[in-house]
């Protein structure tokens, strides 16, 4: 009891309001005002094309073959769960491509229901076929498991764990993020109380004309954002090779030397590039 009391102070206290739902405020902002939009559009066959095949691989088709049965043998192998697994996948995806904004994560309520069909399908081939199915699993996961755990991507944590060794070593260290947004992890991996300046991606809340948020405000004019926040002139610069063309020279005249790079991914595909970049200042 006392607990909801507070939770109503304070809701009234900081938000200014007598009551919150929240399943409104989610259904308001992402679907009715299409606030969702703002962290990126993608076509309506996306989840199919782009969304599923890397999630799943091969289980995508074996998970099609658990409806291959006979009437006969329907009420031996699941047919109903089948069916309702089935229908929820569908109805999932169907909802989830509505959506202008979609990413892989939006589909993790599935992959149980895809695992089950995959392993029905297994289950009902011959021995020597599942040890088939199986090794073909194998060779299309394990690759990309350890591509994906040891070297796509893998930048942000370098950096972050770069930082935090210096953090130890010198007790006050900061740092500025030219970077697009959510691009690192920050106290959750450094634990040390460093100064960091990045930039924000905020939705247009208050729905003004030509909104441009911080972080693409910044890639739109790195050299212009790097001399409003080197006033302080910040211990190290974290930026992606997408901007060195840019601002390599800038940081140069201010007396930022390149520290590290580390490999962020083998093609690149984003507004970060292939490397990400620590710059430290000289006489430091």
Same mark, same amino acid.
């Given at each position: 009891?006392?607990?909801?009391?507070?939770v109503?102070?304070?809701?009234?206290?900081?938000?200014?309001?007598?009551?919150?739902?929240?399943?409104?405020?989610?259904?308001?902002?992402?679907?009715?005002? /299409?606030?969702?939009?703002?962290?990126?559009? %993608? %076509?309506?066959?996306?989840y199919?094309?782009?969304?599923?095949?890397?999630?799943?691989?091969?289980?995508?088709?074996?998970?099609?073959?658990?409806?291959?049965?006979?009437?006969?043998?329907? $009420?031996? $192998?699941?047919g109903?769960?089948?069916?309702v697994?089935?229908?929820?996948?569908?109805?999932?995806?169907?909802?989830?491509?509505?959506?202008?904004?979609?990413?892989?994560?939006?589909?993790?309520?599935?992959?149980?229901?895809?695992?089950?069909?995959?392993?029905?399908?297994?289950?009902?081939?011959? !021995?020597?076929?599942?040890?088939?199915?199986?090794?073909?699993?194998?060779?299309?996961?394990?690759?990309?498991?350890? #591509?994906?755990?040891?070297?796509?991507?893998?930048?942000?944590? $370098?950096?972050?764990?770069?930082?935090?060794?210096?953090?130890?070593?010198?007790?006050?260290?900061?740092?500025?993020?030219?970077?697009?947004?959510?691009?690192?992890?920050?106290?959750?991996?450094? %634990?040390?109380?460093?100064?960091?300046?990045?930039?924000?991606?905020?939705?247009?809340?208050?729905?003004?004309?030509? #909104?441009?948020?911080?972080?693409d405000?910044?890639?739109? /004019?790195?050299?212009?954002?790097?001399? !409003?926040?080197?006033?302080?002139?910040p211990?190290?610069?974290?930026?992606?090779?997408?901007?060195?063309?840019?601002?390599a020279?800038?940081?140069?005249n #201010?007396?930022?030397?390149?520290?590290?790079? #580390?490999? %962020?991914?083998?093609?690149?595909?984003?507004?970060?590039?292939?490397?990400?970049?620590?710059?430290?200042?000289?006489?430091?």
């Amino acid at each position: 009891m006392w607990s909801l009391i507070l939770v109503r102070l304070s809701t009234i206290f900081l938000v200014q309001t007598w009551i919150i739902v929240s399943q409104w405020n989610f259904l308001k902002f992402n679907v009715i005002e /299409d606030g969702a939009s703002h962290f990126g559009r %993608h %076509h309506s066959l996306w989840y199919l094309i782009e969304g599923l095949p890397p999630l799943f691989g091969p289980m995508i088709v074996m998970s099609m073959m658990s409806f291959k049965t006979s009437r006969k043998t329907m $009420d031996l $192998d699941f047919g109903y769960e089948r069916l309702v697994f089935g229908a929820t996948i569908i109805f999932a995806l169907l909802i989830y491509s509505v959506q202008p904004h979609k990413e892989h994560r939006f589909l993790l309520p599935i992959v149980p229901f895809i695992s089950f069909l995959a392993a029905i399908a297994c289950f009902k081939l011959r !021995k020597k076929k599942q040890n088939r199915i199986i090794a073909l699993t194998l060779c299309f996961n394990i690759p990309l498991g350890l #591509y994906f755990c040891f070297i796509h991507q893998r930048a942000p944590l $370098d950096v972050v764990k770069y930082l935090a060794e210096e953090a130890k070593l010198t007790g006050s260290i900061s740092a500025l993020f030219l970077l697009p947004c959510h691009s690192t992890p920050m106290f959750s991996h450094i %634990h040390y109380p460093i100064e960091v300046k990045y930039f924000t991606c905020l939705p247009n809340l208050n729905y003004n004309r030509n #909104y441009v948020n911080e972080a693409d405000g910044m890639l739109l /004019d790195p050299v212009g954002a790097i001399k !409003k926040n080197l006033f302080r002139k910040p211990t190290y610069v974290i930026a992606g090779t997408y901007l060195q063309n840019k601002i390599a020279q800038v940081l140069k005249n #201010y007396g930022y030397i390149r520290k590290h790079r #580390y490999l %962020h991914h083998l093609i690149s595909v984003d507004r970060v590039g292939n490397f990400i970049d620590v710059y430290k200042l000289n006489n430091i």
